[in-house]
């Protein structure tokens, strides 16, 4: 073995020297310019993304927004909100109009590959189902046969309703509108039998009847909806950025660092938590960020967690359980690369 072979596996094993700040990319450089990240978001869906009564926009992609402004700009609340229909989402991305699009948007092959997208990461593992009044008397969808079902153009659904009632033989009338309000609007006026939709906003939808318990979700799943935040094609950077901060809320909810807790943390001697949370290691700069980012992302917002208890979990009104979007530890599919 020769003196440079020799010298090569002495770096290795020391380690990566101090990186240093990666030049920011396109994506990065207008954010910082704007001092915002042009978030495309859904005009309305409860647990995901809605306007309060102050105005201020809530839901589990609002926080997966404000924790990407938080790592790239250290506040979580330079974010510029751009609510976008199902049609105009994709196009308001693919033109620059916003950074980011986090609006309950499934990651498909072609979505990925024709559109110019690039998916992040799984933020909610998600299927179609069906939302039918109790009075109808119906406990499984192939049941629906005859039925009008309302879905919203524009989306996964109204392939999926096709593709399934095909597959079993079952009857059903679309009744096709261009807005999710419309929809719902048409469904609450009794204008079809059944909403389909993804699963997790039927939830929503039901909260928002005037007598949710005489609605019912029916238990069988249609489809597989993984809902992915996706930036454009062409910056890796900002690519990066985006996945490894959704990473970063799922490894702080498995070493369990929270938003109240993560100062305290920052004195952990767990090395998992140190390079976390920016104490070791070079993982903001090799993005162009500040080591602090995952921290200032967890701050903002707390971990994975805390933000799905604090839009969907038992103590709300949409009251899903964690099922498959609970940590790979736990029994669920949400599982983070190391950070190291």
Known sequence: ??????????????????????????????????????????PGSPGFGVMDSQGVYRGLDADTCRAVAAAAL???????????????RMPALQSGSVDLL???????QTRDTANGLNFTAVTFYDGQGFLIRRSANVTRARELDGATVCV???????????????????????????????????Y??????????????LAGIRSTQRDPSEHIILPDIISKEPLTPAVRHGDDQWFDIV????????EAEELGVTQANVDEMLNSQNPNIRRLLGQTGD???LMGLDRRWAYNAIKA??????????????????????????????????????IR
């Open 152 to 186: 919203t153009s524009g989306t996964t659904n109204e392939l999926n309703l096709t593709d399934w009632a095909r597959a079993n033989n079952v009857r059903v009338q679309p009744l096709v509108f261009d807005q999710n309000e419309e929809t719902r609007n048409a």
């Open 74 to 88: 250290g506040d979580g609340e330079k974010v510029r909100w751009t609510l976008l229909s199902s049609q105009s």
């Open 102 to 108: 986090a609006r309950t948007t499934t990651w498909t």
């Open 188 to 201: 609450t006026a009794g204008r079809c039998d059944a909403y389909s939709t993804d699963a997790s906003q």
């Open 243 to 250: 996945r490894w901060t959704i990473f970063a809320l799922l």
């Open 301 to 338: 917002v707390g971990n994975y967690g805390e933000i799905y208890d604090r839009h969907m979990g038992p103590n709300t009104p949409i009251g899903l359980p964690r099922g498959i979007n609970a940590l790979w530890n736990q029994g669920g599919l949400m599982y983070a690369p190391p």
């Open 283 to 285: 993982h903001g700069p």
């Open 1 to 42: 073995m020769n003196r440079i072979t020799l010298a090569a596996l002495a770096l290795l094993a020391a380690g990566p020297a101090v990186a240093q700040m990666a030049a920011p990319g396109p994506t990065l450089t207008t954010v910082r310019a704007r001092g915002a990240v042009a978030c495309g978001a859904h």
